[in-house]
């Protein structure tokens, strides 16, 4: 296939300087493998990719490591392609993780606990106008799970009229705290105080699907340590 074959692609501003030389070898190599493959095979790619609620995909490339991209509009008079690939972020799954030990002040919490977590698994929910995703992670030091990160709202004005929202849910038990998630390519996450003014709705929205996904994602790993 010649350079003139394939769809045209946009970096992000600190791709080249800053993301990709902190990029391990081996990441790097799976990295440009999967965008010259995307480039040149834009809607019949083998690999693994998903949506999130922005419509944004994102794919794992390699153990710890996500490219997000989207497809827009190319109206370059030097490439017969009309649609073009930006590539959005590349992102460390591992995640800092501070929480606050005290009430809470507006603004960033004073870090209390400290962790770094990773995410493990991963889904998308639609209930009539409600709709959700979330993120589970683990302990980098412990391996035990930490919690979700979800982020919940309703669609089409109608009644509850839920704006995003982003929620940090512990686990084991569940409960629902308030969060800042700074995306970067060393992302970082502020757990705050627990969120007592969740609108009832969002609050029986989340917790009936977490339940659901926690069973999903308990019975999938008991599959694949079956086989």
């Not at 919940?152 to 969060?179: A, E, H, I, K």
């Amino acid at each position: 296939m010649t350079a003139s074959q394939l769809v045209p692609i946009r970096f992000y501003k600190d791709f080249a300087k800053r993301d990709w030389p902190q990029l391990p070898k081996t990441a790097q190599d799976a990295l440009a493998t999967f965008l010259l493959d995307l480039q040149q095979n834009p809607s019949g790619s083998t690999h693994d990719q998903k949506t999130d609620a922005d419509g944004q995909s994102f794919y794992d490339f390699s153990p710890g490591y996500t490219v997000y991209w989207r497809f827009a509009a190319h109206d370059s008079h030097y490439s017969q392609s009309s649609s073009k690939i930006e590539v959005l972020a590349v992102l460390k799954n591992e995640i800092s993780l501070s929480r606050e030990t005290g009430d809470a002040l507006e603004g960033l919490p004073v870090p209390g606990e400290q962790d770094r977590i990773e995410r493990i698994y991963s889904r998308t929910a639609n209930l009539g106008t409600l709709s959700m995703w979330g993120t589970l992670h683990k302990s980098s030091v412990t391996g035990r799970l930490k919690g979700w990160i979800v982020d919940s709202w309703t669609q089409g004005g109608t009644f509850p009229l839920l704006q995003p929202r982003l929620n940090w849910v512990s686990f084991p038990d569940y409960s629902l705290y308030r969060m800042q998630l700074n995306v970067d390519f060393h992302s970082s996450l502020f757990v705050g105080p627990a969120d007592t003014e969740i609108e009832p709705e969002r609050l029986i929205f989340i917790r009936a699907t977490l339940r659901q996904w926690e069973q999903d994602w308990l019975e999938e790993q008991s599959k694949v340590r079956a086989s």
